[in-house]
């Protein structure tokens, strides 16, 4: 049974004792020790010995103020001291976190440039250990920009390599989520079965909250929403007893949000997606700002709607978050079409469509195009639109005749043109061409309650 009323979502109450703390002034010392930190693809300590106590502890103090969500200025200054340590730049285990961490921040530049510096550090260019943390690395950030190909290409690579057990569970989630990001479901569901993750989770699994994020998002590209919402709030749930309450980490409430809103449950879409809006202002960085404000804005549909998603446009591009920028131009096009502004909406898809081509998404392209071909088709008269819409409901040939008092043949004259004029095939493919359309007051209704 899905724990889906708001009694039973996990509540950041720490970030609101975080929030106190750095009020009266935080410092490192004060914190939880470091092996209370979250930390994906955490290393046993044992192979950490050679490690000191001090350099080990501020960085998995920086950590935890990321995960928290707060002073984001202060983690990325720290973050970036670690960085310049040249004498700790040859420990991958020192690199995996201040990386990571870096991540977080929204600085996907920097992260760039210091995986560019790593790989031509000869300390990194001969050791395996150290190039599976910096394919692991590489492929985060192109996960981040929207590159699901680029991915899945260097997580399927380093997989068929060998990796370390405490990588192997995050790099196989980072591969169904990357083959979700390309439109590849038929691939994501293959590693999904392969590596057993289809059925219950084992609990004790290595970064089960990574797993539970790319399992849901790939049961949300499916249509399998109930599904996907209770692996978002199993995610929350674990993600808050780690003491994880910055989005940046996992979005796991927007994601939550767009699944509970297919589900109709709309309360529990905009609590979350308000949830994590506010979580993301905290936090301060474009991405997390950008993705909470198109949760928002869908699950409210309302006037605020379109400025919320021009908002997140404008902060999506900055953080290079090329895959969600996808899904929000498309949703501010519909949204503008609906609102019978066809140039501003016809824009907006026309870039949805420009940026899927550049990430390589070509099941988002096909949809993309389609509904643009579909906005170019000659507008249906009073008779064919009332037609379509009884069709579109599932009535036959024969009902619809009855209905509107025509002859049969009136009806199939009729259908013919419909079809002819939105460029579909046949009945399936009506309630698609219908909603794009926007034609009437009847799909307007309709359209309100989707996502």
Same mark, same amino acid.
């Given at each position: 049974?899905?724990?889906?009323?708001?009694?039973? &979502?996990?509540?950041?109450?720490?970030?609101?004792?975080?929030?106190?703390?750095?009020?009266?002034?935080?410092?490192?010392?004060?914190?939880?020790?470091?092996?209370?930190?979250?930390?994906?693809?955490?290393?046993?300590?044992?192979?950490?010995?050679?490690?000191?106590?001090?350099?080990?502890?501020?960085?998995? =103090?920086?950590?935890?103020?990321?995960?928290?969500?707060?002073? =984001?200025?202060?983690?990325? !200054?720290?973050?970036?001291?670690?960085?310049?340590?040249?004498?700790?730049?040859?420990?991958?285990?020192?690199?995996?976190?201040?990386? &990571?961490?870096?991540?977080?921040?929204?600085?996907?530049?920097?992260?760039?440039?210091?995986? +560019?510096?790593?790989?031509?550090?000869? =300390?990194?260019?001969g050791s395996p250990r150290h190039q599976e943390v910096l394919t692991l690395l590489r492929a985060r950030i192109s996960l981040l920009e929207g590159h699901g190909v680029e991915a899945?290409?260097?997580?399927?690579?380093?997989?068929?390599?060998?990796?370390?057990?405490?990588?192997?569970?995050?790099?196989?989630?980072?591969?169904?989520?990357?083959?979700?990001?390309?439109?590849?479901?038929?691939?994501?569901?293959?590693?999904?079965?392969?590596?057993?993750?289809?059925?219950?989770?084992?609990?004790?699994?290595?970064?089960?909250?990574?797993?539970? /994020?790319?399992?849901?998002?790939?049961? !949300?590209?499916?249509?399998?929403?109930?599904?996907?919402?209770?692996?978002? &709030?199993?995610?929350?749930?674990?993600?808050?007893?780690?003491?994880?309450?910055?989005?940046?980490?996992?979005?796991?409430?927007?994601? /939550?949000?767009?699944?509970?809103? /297919?589900?109709?449950?709309?309360?529990?879409?905009?609590?979350?997606?308000?949830?994590?809006? /506010?979580?993301?202002?905290?936090?301060? *960085?474009?991405?997390?700002?950008?993705?909470?404000?198109?949760?928002?804005?869908?699950?409210?549909?309302?006037?605020?709607?379109?400025?919320?998603?021009?908002?997140?446009?404008?902060l999506l591009h900055l953080a290079y978050a090329w895959g969600e920028l996808i899904q929000v131009l498309d949703d501010l096009g519909t949204l503008q079409i609906d609102r019978e502004n066809q140039s501003a909406g016809r824009r907006?898809?026309?870039?949805?469509? &420009?940026?899927?081509?550049? *990430?390589?998404?070509?099941? +988002? !392209?096909?949809?993309?195009?389609?509904?643009?071909?579909?906005?170019?088709?000659?507008?249906?008269?009073?008779?064919?639109?009332?037609?379509?819409?009884?069709?579109?409901?599932?009535?036959?040939?024969? !009902?619809?005749?009855?209905?509107?008092?025509?002859?049969?043949?009136?009806?199939?004259?009729?259908? *013919?043109?419909?079809?002819?004029?939105?460029?579909?095939?046949?009945?399936?493919?009506?309630?698609?061409?219908?909603?794009?359309? =926007?034609?009437?007051?009847?799909?307007?209704?309709?359209?309100?309650?989707?996502?």
């Open positions: 049974m899905l724990d889906h009323d708001l009694r039973n &979502m996990p509540r950041p109450r720490h970030l609101a004792a975080a929030r106190a703390a750095t009020a009266t002034g935080t410092r490192a010392g004060v914190l939880r020790e470091g092996r209370d930190v979250y930390v994906p693809g955490r290393f046993d300590s044992v192979e950490n010995e050679h490690i000191s106590p001090p350099e080990r502890g501020l960085s998995l =103090r920086t950590v935890e103020l990321a995960n928290l969500g707060i002073r =984001r200025a202060l983690v990325h !200054q720290q973050v970036e001291a670690a960085l310049a340590a040249e004498e700790d730049r040859g420990d991958p285990y020192g690199m995996w976190p201040a990386i &990571m961490t870096l991540l977080y921040t929204g600085d996907i530049v920097t992260a760039h440039a210091e995986c +560019r510096r790593l790989a031509d550090d000869a =300390r990194w260019s899945s290409g260097l997580l399927t690579a380093q997989l068929t390599r060998g990796l370390s057990p405490h990588l192997g569970g995050l790099a196989v989630a980072w591969l169904i989520e990357a083959h979700v990001l390309s439109g590849e479901l038929g691939h994501a569901h293959q590693v999904l079965r392969a590596h057993g993750l289809a059925g219950p989770l084992d609990s004790s699994r290595p970064d089960l909250v990574h797993t539970l /994020a790319a399992r849901g998002a790939l049961q !949300q590209a499916a249509g399998q929403f109930q599904h996907s919402l209770k692996d978002f &709030m199993a995610c929350g749930r674990l993600l808050a007893e780690h003491q994880v309450a910055n989005p940046a980490v996992i979005p796991w409430r927007s994601r /939550a949000s767009s699944a509970a809103l /297919a589900t109709q449950q709309g309360d529990l879409a905009l609590a979350l997606a308000e949830e994590e809006l /506010a979580a993301a202002r905290t936090w301060g *960085s474009p991405r997390c700002i950008g993705l909470a404000l198109h949760a928002v804005a869908v699950a409210r549909r309302d006037d605020t709607s379109v400025a919320l998603l021009e908002e997140a446009v404008v907006h898809l026309e870039a949805a469509l &420009m940026v899927a081509r550049e *990430s390589g998404n070509r099941r +988002r !392209q096909r949809s993309l195009r389609s509904a643009l071909e579909r906005l170019d088709a000659p507008s249906l008269t009073s008779q064919e639109l009332h037609i379509g819409q009884l069709a579109s409901a599932g009535y036959s040939n024969r !009902q619809i005749a009855e209905t509107l008092f025509l002859a049969i043949r009136t009806v199939e004259f009729h259908l *013919s043109s419909v079809y002819r004029k939105l460029a579909i095939s046949g009945r399936s493919e009506l309630h698609s061409a219908l909603h794009t359309q =926007r034609l009437s007051s009847f799909r307007a209704d309709h359209c309100s309650s989707a996502v």
